[in-house]
């Protein structure tokens, strides 16, 4: 970023880009777009269909615009032994009777970690048993969970007390890819509430160890849900400026992981996921689809 639509000395020229709030001109200079929108040789990699629509309104016409998915690397991530869940648990001080809620990412407003918040928040006061993890990435970003938990405790005092505080695992270190592969694999599931995503790949790498998740419905994560593995969050697409979001129904967001909580699974289906998963995201896939796009 910014991206660069000018023409190259090469004969094709492929840019890589996503578009999390269909709406790339803040990600670009005027005289690049201008330049790009009339390069013969230009192609467009996005990630998802949701993404590919920011590329559309900026004015480039569709076959001109790929859509690849990103890849699960399954030979790392991959469901734990029962052994391994039990000893990443033990490291985090979760007990096996305790019901692990995950996520991770930047905690960014487009990420809806204070909808997660809130959630558990509610959640804790009938289940006992709940604990939340946060995983943040605050050493790029600069926000962290407990940033994130602050605001909260300004917003909502009312939910917010030392118990709830003390019940949820803040991470907030760097973490290799097989130390979060056991991450995702020692949770019970995985929520993304999020308002605007490019693609979305941390909740597709938990589905691919095993996890079941929670995402926002009508955004970019449509493209690899299935009920397999995921269970979708009602939302309603709003329109700021230039910008398009889902803002997630609350309600739905509680009434869904409290099903998890319950043990209400509906049509998930651990073998069946791992299954489509492998077929359709993992990286040999998603390098086949790539070099297609590429002609190789």
Not at 6 to 27: D, N, P, W
Not at 102 to 113: E, F, H, I
Not at 200 to 216: D, K
Not at 218 to 229: L, N, R, V
Request: glycine content about 8%.
């Amino acid at each position: 970023m910014p991206f660069r639509f000018q023409k190259s000395q090469s004969k094709r020229l492929f840019v890589f880009g996503t578009s999390e709030t269909q709406h790339i001109k803040e990600y670009v200079t005027y005289q690049s777009l201008s330049e790009g929108l009339r390069n013969p040789d230009l192609k467009i990699v996005t990630p998802s269909q949701w993404s590919k629509l920011g590329f559309l309104n900026a004015g480039f016409r569709e076959d001109r615009i790929e859509v690849v998915p990103h890849g699960v690397d399954c030979t790392i991530f991959k469901p734990p032994s029962p052994e391994q869940r039990e000893q990443m648990r033990r490291k985090l001080g979760i007990s096996e009777s305790e019901f692990v809620i995950l996520s991770v990412g930047s905690m960014m407003a487009n990420k809806g970690m204070d909808l997660l918040l809130r959630a558990y928040a509610l959640l804790r006061r009938n289940y006992k048993h709940v604990r939340l993890v946060l995983k943040d990435a605050s050493s790029l970003y600069r926000i962290s969970g407990s940033d994130i938990f602050a605001a909260l405790a300004k917003s909502h005092p009312d939910l917010v007390t030392p118990e709830l505080q003390s019940s949820i695992i803040f991470v907030s270190q760097n973490l290799t890819l097989p130390q979060m592969s056991g991450l995702y694999g020692a949770a019970d599931c995985y929520a993304s509430p999020y308002r605007a995503e490019g693609f979305n790949l941390p909740p597709l790498e938990a589905a691919a160890c095993g996890t079941p998740i929670v995402i926002t419905k009508g955004g970019a994560t449509d493209d690899y849900h299935h009920p397999s593995y995921a269970m979708q969050i009602e939302g309603k697409k709003i329109t700021l400026g230039n910008d398009t979001i889902i803002e997630p129904e609350f309600e739905d967001l509680v009434f869904k992981l409290a099903n998890l909580i319950e043990g209400k699974r509906g049509g998930l289906d651990r073998d069946l996921a791992l299954t489509l998963i492998a077929q359709k995201f993992s990286w040999p896939e998603v390098v086949r689809k790539l070099t297609g796009v590429f002609g190789l």
